[in-house]
């Protein structure tokens, strides 16, 4: 399977599907690029990257961090300044609920062509490498697990 083709495997990513198809093709060729760059290098380089993405994080933390974050400032500003500040609070929940229903906020798209990825995504990379490196019996049981779990 191709990876720019793999929109089947990543279904229920609601991110993806209410990202403009440009986009999600642009992030796409990043992750091929990426993998392509890594089929030459070492095995401890491969697992380096691999390390590199189990600590990246998915645009759903950063969407989570900032509305914390803006949350926070309109609160404490809202106390020490003016009334008015409290509005940022309530702002970025609404985003935050929106992102939560729809999988998809005003923030998204920005954060989208800055090349955030989705946890789907990471991992996507993440596996194609793991298969590089030939980690195909830790793959193989991971898929055996999600099989189960389906089964369930």
Known sequence: MEISNYSELIRGDRVRANT?????????TEIAAMVRY???KTDYEIGRRIEELDNEWDIGRIVEA??????LIGVILGL???KIWFILPIIASTFLLQYAVQ????PVSILRRFGFRTRHEIDLEKYALKALREDCNEISHKDNQ???AKEL
């Not at 403009?20 to 796409?28: F, R, S, V």
């Not at 900032?66 to 949350?71: D, E, K, L, N, Q």
């Not at 999988?103 to 005003?106: K, T």
Request: charged fraction near 20%; hydrophobic fraction near 25%.
């Open 20 to 28: 403009p198809p440009e986009t999600n093709q642009a992030i796409d």
């Open 38 to 40: 890594y089929a030459s």
């Open 146 to 148: 999600i099989n189960r």
């Open 103 to 106: 999988g998809w906020c005003p």
């Open 66 to 71: 900032r509305v914390s974050t803006i949350s």
């Open 80 to 82: 020490k300044r003016s």
